[in-house]
């Protein structure tokens, strides 16, 4: 889900251009996988449960993301902790940003160090909980961006995967 296939390139580039991301100092984590859970490499997962400390796939604005999935992992089948998937916690990714001029919770441009939440659902959005908006639609903030998208002038989703910055281990630093 990291990058849908339709997301264009950035607007601006941040970090000085389009090259890579670091990932020297990112820091991923093993989660035991929920049951009957999967999810995709790039998928934003939260704890299915914290007590046993299990992940499942996001699929809320109001889901508080711990992460991005490292790995495609498979527990359909299985109970919990049957499987382990590798979260980034903390560090630099990939993934696609919501936008569209239609209004709504996605109405607002990206722009260098912007907060950004996990975006809703509605007829041009159905990655409820997977794609990101600069909006203040979702309940938390899950990331900084790095790079600008200006808004299309189409009502059509627009998407673009972008490199962002995230912190779920110190939330503390992710504050408006």
């Given amino acids: ?10 607007t601006t580039y941040g970090l000085g251009g389009s090259g890579g991301i670091p990932s020297k100092h990112n820091v991923v984590l093993t989660h035991g996988m929920a049951a009957s859970a999967s999810v995709s490499s790039g998928d934003w997962v939260k704890l299915a449960s914290t007590t046993a400390g ?4 996001c699929s809320d604005t109001a889901d508080n993301a711990i992460g991005v999935a490292f790995a495609n992992v498979d527990n ?4 919990a902790n049957d499987k382990y998937c590798p979260v980034l916690r903390q560090g630099f990714a990939y ?9 709504g919770i996605s109405n607002k441009a990206i722009n ?4 950004l ?8 959005n159905p990655y409820e909980g997977q794609t990101l908006t600069s909006t203040a639609g979702g309940t938390y903030i899950v990331a900084r961006a790095l790079d600008a998208v200006d808004i299309a002038a189409t009502t059509t989703p627009t998407y673009a ?14 504050v408006a």
Avoid: C
């Avoid at 889900?1 to 950035?10: K, Y």
């Avoid at 995967?161 to 992710?174: A, E, F, P, Q, S």
């Fill in 117 to 124: 939440y996990l975006s809703a659902t509605a007829a041009y």
């Fill in 54 to 57: 299990t992940i499942q796939r």
């Fill in 161 to 174: 995967k972008i490199r962002v910055y995230l912190d779920r281990l110190h939330k503390g630093t992710m």
């Fill in 1 to 10: 889900m990291v990058l849908i296939s339709t997301a264009t390139e950035p």
């Fill in 95 to 103: 993934v696609t940003a919501n936008l569209s001029s239609s209004g």
């Fill in 76 to 79: 359909s089948s299985g109970s």
């Fill in 112 to 115: 260098f160090d912007d907060l």
